[in-house]
């Protein structure tokens, strides 16, 4: 372990679970800077911060009907994770031993989790990675669950959240991320999450929206037309995603240095030119200053540069949101000729953007921007003469895209045969709403208040109303 002049050298138990009580010191915290600590805590606040984030941003997209759902499956996402992670998921992923696809229960429960320097970095702990890296396993089935829009229930979304969890984001974040992992012996090249996060999310949403089929009225050339029901929503989300995106890419240098602050620079560089980008995009067609199309551009500028942001310089940042928006601006086409009905672009965004990035991080990736943390070593992409690694990347694109998706389509099959896991609401509730149906709340006072009229009426004048009128109705109307 390397140590800096204001640490002492780790001398415990090393390349197996140790909670760090072998090294005899009664302080395990003289191992790590405290500036260090400070920061990726920080950054896991941040990208925990994304996660209501991403429930914004889904839910001012979507109709009125089921906004309020798509919030609370976001929140109900860290919940699960949160538990799953703790019970083996950091385990499975970040165990100091294991195979090359994934790791073991040594750390289950979080035993033996504490002082030991960690997988990810020796500059921090297991449990402050722990800590981190569980904010990434919250976000990444939060991304993917957004297909349920309109007409998946609650309770089997909650179950497959945990069991995607366990079967296809941990073994794809230890082949990526833990040193005995496949890709990561390989020698691919994933800064924070392009095919772990992005790409698994993407065709999660993909898989998840070809099992449960189409939604009501869903036409084939047209696909579901209406309005974004709440911009301010989108603009809400886009700014907590922006902010928490420091977290997410700068924490992953796991240590303040100057790579963690190249990762921010690039990272806001990418998501600036990535929302300018998918506007002009935009303005072409309708000659209008979409603000949706903004934030959907910044956002597909972040996805694209998260595999390259410890690895590339600010200029290749400007071509990662250039290209990242347009990719993943024309990928909302593909849909159509798929005839499948993914409501909020999250293959075409997640999936195609992530795929973006780590090709671009194959061609850009520069060894002396890997070397700022004072440590890496890497041979760098094209640009380095190294071309064999956009051969690298391809392959754990495929790998990471071809086991995300068919995992989970195995998984909501079995999930639709098992008595009360059927993932679709009926033909009826999904009419009136996933919020009435699932949640009996919803987004806004008012529509609760033009449901329920005997919540603001007298009982007398509600009745004499009754009375008064041929034409009132008792069935709730219609909100859309």
Not at 4 to 11: A, K
Not at 177 to 186: D, I, P, R, T
């Amino acid at each position: 372990m390397s140590a800096s002049l204001y640490v002492t050298p780790y001398n415990g138990t090393e390349g197996e679970a140790d909670a760090g009580y072998s090294t005899g010191v009664t302080d395990l915290n003289q191992f790590y800077e405290s500036g260090d600590f400070a920061w990726i805590m920080t950054s896991s606040a941040l990208v925990l911060l994304m996660i209501p984030g991403v429930g914004f941003f889904y839910s001012g997209l979507a109709r009125r009907k089921s906004a309020l759902s798509l919030i609370m499956l976001a929140m109900l996402s860290i919940a699960v994770v949160d538990f799953q992670w703790f019970f083996w998921g950091y385990s499975l992923t970040f165990s100091h031993t294991g195979s090359s696809f994934i790791g073991d229960l040594s750390n289950f429960g979080l035993m033996k989790t504490l002082a030991q320097p960690s997988v990810g970095s020796t500059k921090i702990p297991d449990l402050l990675f722990c800590l981190y890296q569980g904010m990434f396993a919250a976000i990444t089935p939060a991304l993917a669950i957004g297909a349920a829009v309109d007409r998946a229930r609650i309770l089997p979304c909650i179950v497959f959240i945990f069991v995607w969890a366990t079967i296809v984001y941990d073994p794809l974040a230890y082949w990526t991320w833990n040193a005995n992992g496949w890709s990561f012996v390989m020698g691919g090249l994933d800064f924070a999450g392009g095919t772990p996060v992005h790409i698994s999310s993407g065709a999660a949403a993909l898989a998840f929206s070809v099992m449960i089929g189409k939604r009501t009225g869903y036409a084939r050339s047209a696909g579901l037309p209406y309005r974004p029901h709440n911009v301010t929503h989108i603009v809400l989300g886009t700014v907590f995603l922006w902010v928490g995106w420091f977290g997410f890419n700068g924490g992953s240098a796991l240590a303040a240095n100057l790579r963690a602050v190249m990762a921010c620079i690039v990272t806001h560089l990418a998501a600036s030119v990535g929302g300018i980008t998918w506007c002009l995009l935009d303005y072409r067609l309708e000659k209008k200053w979409s603000v949706v199309g903004f934030c959907s551009g910044a956002i597909a500028g972040l996805v694209a540069i998260t595999p390259g942001s410890g690895f590339v310089t600010p200029w290749a940042a400007v071509v990662f949101g250039i290209v990242g928006s347009i990719g993943t601006n024309f990928a909302t086409k593909l849909k159509f000729l798929m005839g499948v009905d993914e409501a909020l672009d999250i293959f075409a965004v997640h999936g195609i953007g992530g795929i973006i990035g780590n090709l671009l991080t194959g061609i850009f990736a520069a060894d002396y921007i890997a070397a700022l943390d004072g440590f890496t070593s890497i041979p760098g992409g094209w640009i380095n003469r190294n071309f064999v690694q956009l051969g690298y990347q391809i392959a754990d694109c495929v790998a990471g895209f071809s086991y995300s998706f068919v995992l989970t389509c195995v998984i909501l099959f079995v999930m639709n045969l098992i008595p009360g896991l059927s993932l679709r609401v009926s033909a009826e509730m999904e009419e009136l709403g996933v919020d009435d149906d699932q949640l009996g709340e919803f987004a806004y006072d008012y529509v609760e208040l033009q449901r329920h009229t005997s919540d603001v009426l007298p009982a007398a004048e509600l009745a004499s109303n009754r009375a008064g009128s041929s034409k009132s109705s008792e069935g709730p109307e219609k909100m859309v």
